[in-house]
């Protein structure tokens, strides 16, 4: 352990039969599950400028390891484990916080366009006092959440729907805990969404991203999903 902030990304193998596949159509399954792994890829890399924190890498399925040890290897990669993603997520951030850490930070994969600052403002936050710390999501789920301490209960909800947001928030005031709140994003699960990422790249030039950005140059994604 070389800091005390620990950054944790989620992460699956891109399966074209299980990852993104609300992106196809228009992109086929192939496509979608080559556009997330370009997604992933600029993902390690923004998580690899930031100084202050231990990298992780946290994957399903379990047998895909040397797939992402070979994509991460200045990373410690370990399996997800849990029955659903709300268990996942909180055995996952469990495991480092037991492991010494004071702070950890969990985001997920489909977001190239996050930037380190809004690492650093979560992890700021918690510094400052906060008890969780969550990015929110346009809908209505959230693309970071950081703790100082493992709270089960945040994260035993249902996840994946409109209401993951405000159910969590509601779970974190019935709790007592302090709550900061990052500025909205969005990620990338729809058509829609992916004309937004390449919108957003396309205004703001200052983001990297360069995967996803090499992978979109090769595309027209208006044809496609008009």
Known sequence: MDHPDALIIFAKYPDPNHTKTRLSPP?????AANLYTNFLKDTLEMARRLSRVDLFLAYTPPQAESFFTDLAPD??????????LGERMHRAIGHILQ??????LLIGSDLPHLQEDAILAGLNALQ??????????????Y???GVTEPHPEIFSLPMSNPYVLARTRQRID???????????NFDVDTCSDLLQLENTLHIHGAIPAPHTRAWLAGKNLRRQSG
């Open 143 to 145: 693309y970071l959440v």
């Open 128 to 141: 400052d006092g906060a008890d969780v710390v969550l990015g929110p999501c346009e809908d209505g789920g």
């Open 174 to 184: 019935q709790l007592g805990l302090r709550l900061k709140l990052l500025p909205e």
């Open 99 to 104: 492991s010494g850490f004071k702070r950890a």
């Open 75 to 84: 990373m410690v990669c370990f399996p997800q484990t849990g029955n659903d």
């Open 27 to 31: 992109l086929s399954r192939v496509d």
